[in-house]
């Protein structure tokens, strides 16, 4: 039997993912990247050099598993033939090698799928797409990474921007925003880029003109691995920094930092002092969305002479902000709203108008989240709660006309905004709401203010016709 195994030589970033030796390693970023490849080689390498140890390959759906590792692993091992270099147990799902270590491949897609890792133990788990699970998952995989040997346990994930997991991935992994049960020095993350894919360059070099063909916002995730955006999106339209595809297509020449400072092509502005000049007059909003055991989120917003919004203040019960272990009971969350409109300067001595969810009415349990509020002295209006005409409002606010301005504008400071509506995905069952699994708090408050104050789409912003010019043509042409 031959015992010689055949493996293509690795890209560069592939080498980094094979060698790195962190506890949690991130590979992935954009398509194409080589990222399937890299877990089926590492998988193997490891049950090669290290007998007894146990491996797991990890993908949503077992189709998933069977067309991207079992297939291709059942070939380079040899399962089938007389020389194999492992073999395959279909109904165990796993490939054993003659050391006695295996690579298991399971599938986790509900929650009875949950159940069959309770008392899984491996050495190494390799989690495929990673940003198709949500976070909890995350939380039980990893559980399941241990056993009594002295192999040292690790984690690898590979993962394209987009999905339910996006948001605790890029937490981790892009953002690198740790949690106090989160050690920094455990977790590295990879690019991986579809030109960093030799093999698949060589093999589909149309490829890379596919990924370029894209429209826009879709070529910045799948091709540049462009986390900010990517498939599925809910609020696309919301910008954190110039849009300057947007700003080109209107024939606007000015630099991003001109862009920023004249809020132009931009959603998110530096804070404006509300308490001198003319914005000292401006009427002041709160949007409310209530969650107790889930997070909440309040925010204030001061609206122009022409109705433009700006979101300038925001309270958010989440584990995340300064306010950590604070349990955020009904009392809890109006005394600190009350403080904050008594002691801030924006906001002391003004009237203001309150919008809520209507449910905080409901006093079936006893005395209504409505009621709690009024003993602080906040006051709430019921909102219009239609989710679909509701998303709209918030799309024509985050509209810009041609000049480049937009009717809603939130403030830098406004942490928990810039951080949750760019996650928000479309809902799988409703096309046109919002996934409501998501961490939508946020967008729930907005929605029920926008609905407060409705306004009408603008037109598109006209785009840029290029005339082709025979004589310049090896200008135009794109290399």
Not at 87 to 96: G, H, L, M
Not at 385 to 395: A, C, L, T, Y
């Amino acid at each position: 039997m031959s015992r010689r195994l055949e493996i293509p030589m690795p890209s560069e970033k592939q080498k980094l993912f094979l060698t790195d030796t962190h506890k949690y390693i991130c590979f992935g970023g954009a398509r194409g990247g080589g990222k399937s490849w890299a877990v089926r080689v590492k998988a193997v390498l490891l049950c090669e050099q290290f007998p007894g140890i146990i491996c797991c390959i990890v993908r949503k759906t077992y189709p998933e598993l069977r067309e991207n590792h079992i297939r291709q692993l059942r070939q380079m091992l040899r399962c089938g033939s007389s020389d194999r270099y492992a073999s395959y147990n279909d109904s165990e799902k796993k490939i054993t090698f003659p050391n006695g270590s295996v690579i298991l491949f399971r599938y986790l897609d509900t929650e009875s799928d949950e159940g069959r890792f309770q008392g899984t133990e491996v050495d190494v788990l390799f989690i495929d797409e990673a940003t198709q699970q949500p976070e909890q998952r995350w939380d039980i995989l990893r559980a399941c990474l241990r056993g009594v040997n002295q192999f040292p346990k690790r984690i690898y994930l590979t993962c394209n921007p987009g999905g339910i997991g996006h948001e605790w991935v890029k937490r981790i992994f892009i953002d690198r925003r740790f949690r106090d049960t989160e050690r920094p020095e455990d977790y590295t993350f990879i690019q991986s880029l579809v030109t960093d894919n030799a093999a698949l360059m060589r093999e589909q070099p149309d490829y890379l003109d596919q990924l370029r063909s894209l429209p826009p916002r879709q070529r910045e995730a799948w091709l540049y691995g462009n986390w900010e955006i990517f498939e599925g999106q809910f609020f696309e339209d919301f910008r954190p920094e110039p849009d300057l595809v947007a700003a080109e297509a209107a024939g606007c020449t000015l630099s991003k930092a001109e862009l920023r400072a004249q809020r132009r092509w931009t959603h998110v502005i530096d804070p404006i002092d509300l308490s001198h000049g003319e914005p000292r007059t401006w009427n002041i909003l709160r949007s409310y969305d209530f969650g107790y055991g889930k997070p909440f989120s309040c925010a204030w917003w001061a609206v122009d002479y022409d109705g433009t919004l700006y979101r300038i203040l925001e309270l958010y019960g989440c584990t995340e902000t300064p306010n950590e272990g604070v349990r955020w009971t009904p009392d809890k969350q109006f005394e600190e709203i009350a403080r904050i409109e008594r002691e801030h300067p924006w906001l002391k001595g003004k009237r203001i108008e309150g919008i809520a969810d209507p449910a905080i009415w409901d006093a079936s349990s006893g005395i209504s989240v409505a009621e709690t509020a009024t003993r602080y002295g906040v006051y709430f209006v019921p909102g219009d709660h239609k989710r679909i005409p509701g998303w709209m409002q918030v799309h024509y606010r985050f509209q810009f006309d041609e000049n480049g301005y937009s009717r809603l504008y939130v403030f830098s400071n406004c942490r928990a905004f810039i951080r949750t509506i760019p996650l928000m995905m479309y809902s799988k069952t409703r096309p046109e709401d919002l996934d409501t699994d998501l961490e939508d708090h946020v967008a729930d408050e907005v929605r029920y203010l926008c609905m407060s104050r409705p306004v009408t789409p603008l037109r598109e912003v006209p785009k840029k016709v290029i005339i082709s010019d025979p004589l310049n043509m090896f200008q135009e042409r794109e290399y």
